[in-house]
């Protein structure tokens, strides 16, 4: 159920270390993020260990199927000192996507199941009012980096943030920000 939410927007802070959090809703929000809490600071994908992580968040208002969401991408960088970022486009659902909540929790179905099942709620779009906590493992296959050529894949570890922001037509019900530095090893 709720952890469809997570769908999309924890995928990219399970594989990152040294995750910062921002709860970055609106005072009226719907959906509230009280922790996230990964149980190493060196969290690297290697294929090895799976991403573990404790979360805890609300919704003060059911969810239905008609919500949408919105996710930004960014990869921060330096050039001769210079800070900068780029918005990471949406290929194959993953980086700065928008469209309908339930959409992206099918396109996600493996890793929204597996949250689902560790948090023992129903796998499902629609998202009861409540509390929901608990501790989540998931592990980041490396082979979906297979397909890409090496000279992307050696440059892909580096600073990123993502804002995702769900909606209930054009009222925000929520937003997250997860800010990170990924380490991949495949």
Same mark, same amino acid.
């Given at each position: 159920?709720?952890? !469809?939410?997570?769908? *999309?927007?924890?995928?990219?802070?399970?594989?990152?270390c040294?995750?910062?959090?921002?709860?970055?809703?609106?005072?009226?929000r719907?959906?509230?993020?009280?922790?996230? /809490?990964?149980?190493?600071?060196? +969290?690297?994908?290697?294929?090895?260990?799976? +991403?573990?992580?404790?979360?805890?968040?609300?919704?003060?208002?059911?969810?239905? *199927?008609?919500v949408?969401?919105?996710?930004?991408? &960014? &990869?921060?960088?330096?050039?001769?000192?210079?800070?900068?970022?780029?918005?990471?486009?949406c290929? /194959?659902?993953?980086?700065?996507?928008?469209?309908?909540?339930? *959409?992206?929790?099918?396109?996600?179905? /493996?890793?929204? &199941?597996s949250?689902?099942?560790?948090?023992?709620?129903?796998?499902?779009?629609? +998202?009861?009012?409540?509390?929901?906590?608990?501790n989540?493992?998931?592990p980041?296959?490396? !082979?979906?980096?297979?397909?890409?050529?090496?000279? +992307?894949? /050696?440059n892909?570890?580096?600073? *990123?943030?993502?804002?995702?922001?769900?909606?209930?037509?054009?009222?925000?019900?929520?937003?997250?920000?997860?800010?990170?530095?990924?380490?991949? !090893?495949?």
């Amino acid at each position: 159920m709720i952890l !469809n939410l997570f769908v *999309y927007c924890l995928l990219p802070a399970l594989i990152s270390c040294a995750v910062n959090w921002e709860d970055c809703g609106q005072a009226d929000r719907s959906l509230v993020f009280h922790k996230i /809490n990964f149980k190493s600071d060196a +969290i690297v994908i290697d294929g090895h260990k799976p +991403i573990e992580a404790e979360v805890d968040f609300s919704v003060l208002d059911p969810f239905d *199927y008609e919500v949408t969401m919105s996710a930004e991408l &960014r &990869r921060y960088f330096s050039i001769l000192g210079i800070k900068s970022s780029v918005k990471i486009p949406c290929i /194959n659902d993953a980086g700065s996507c928008s469209g309908p909540f339930c *959409y992206f929790v099918q396109s996600y179905s /493996n890793l929204a &199941r597996s949250f689902a099942d560790q948090l023992h709620v129903p796998f499902d779009c629609a +998202i009861e009012k409540g509390r929901y906590k608990g501790n989540i493992t998931y592990p980041i296959p490396t !082979n979906v980096f297979n397909k890409i050529p090496t000279v +992307i894949s /050696n440059n892909l570890s580096g600073k *990123y943030e993502l804002v995702i922001r769900w909606y209930f037509g054009d009222q925000e019900a929520g937003c997250l920000a997860i800010g990170s530095a990924l380490q991949i !090893n495949p």
